[in-house]
């Protein structure tokens, strides 16, 4: 039975992610920044999958050395779904960069001392459209370029995540490192919100589109904090 750690076990995409897992008998770890947060991760995973479920919880934060060896050493594959994602961004760029940046190259770095199979990133399609104004042909030659003045630090920090990523599997090339790394540039995520937990925020905007009620909504997500 090959084992997967999922990084980010308390957000949105990571519960789906582990309970996709879970449903195809995978042995599934999870990292959480805050311990206490695990079992509320766990109730949501077994509401949704209607099951007991048997998921290791390691507390570990991208901008720390402290619990990521533990929670990587044995894996076979890392799905690296961890990072900052502030609807309401207020404050330096540098805080929302960092996690992203540092946190991504730490987990490359001991996926390759542990020798793990596969690691798959999620990116952005923010790293790929905003280059070329206008430019319709997105392929994995095109970068958004993050010295854009005013640039979302969100953007920014997912296109300075994918350049760093791609430039440690270049610097450490091998033909296994390349074919190891697989990153997923997605351009929204959509999914029923049934039983995985999400905020009130996010609650209400999905409260306004199954109303129809779409200048509520427009208005309701830009209020999300």
Avoid at 13 to 20: D, L, P, R
């Amino acid at each position: 039975m090959k084992n997967i750690l999922v990084t980010g076990g308390t957000s949105y995409i990571g519960k789906h992610c582990i309970a996709e897992l879970l449903k195809k008998e995978y042995n599934v770890r999870t990292t959480v920044r805050d311990i206490k947060k695990a079992e509320s991760a766990r109730t949501d995973i077994n509401k949704y999958l209607k099951k007991d479920t048997n998921i290791e919880f390691f507390e570990a934060d991208l901008l720390k050395e402290k619990g990521w060896n533990k929670a990587i050493v044995d894996c076979d594959a890392i799905m690296h779904v961890a990072g900052p994602y502030p609807l309401n961004f207020d404050g330096p760029e540098e805080d929302q960069i960092k996690p992203h940046e540092e946190g991504t190259i730490r987990i490359l770095k001991l996926a390759k001392l542990n020798n793990v199979d596969r690691v798959v990133l999620t990116s952005s399609i923010a790293a790929v459209w905003m280059g070329v104004p206008g430019d319709k042909d997105l392929d994995e030659s095109k970068w958004t370029n993050e010295n854009t003045k005013h640039i979302d630090p969100y953007i920014k920090s997912k296109t300075i995540k994918e350049k760093a990523a791609w430039d440690y599997v270049l610097k450490n090339k091998s033909t296994d490192s390349q074919k190891n790394v697989v990153i997923a540039n997605s351009g929204m995520a959509i999914s029923t919100a049934q039983q995985i937990s999400l905020s009130d925020g996010l609650f209400k905007a999905k409260e306004s589109i199954e109303s129809g009620n779409a200048l509520n909504t427009f208005e309701t997500l830009k209020k999300l904090s």
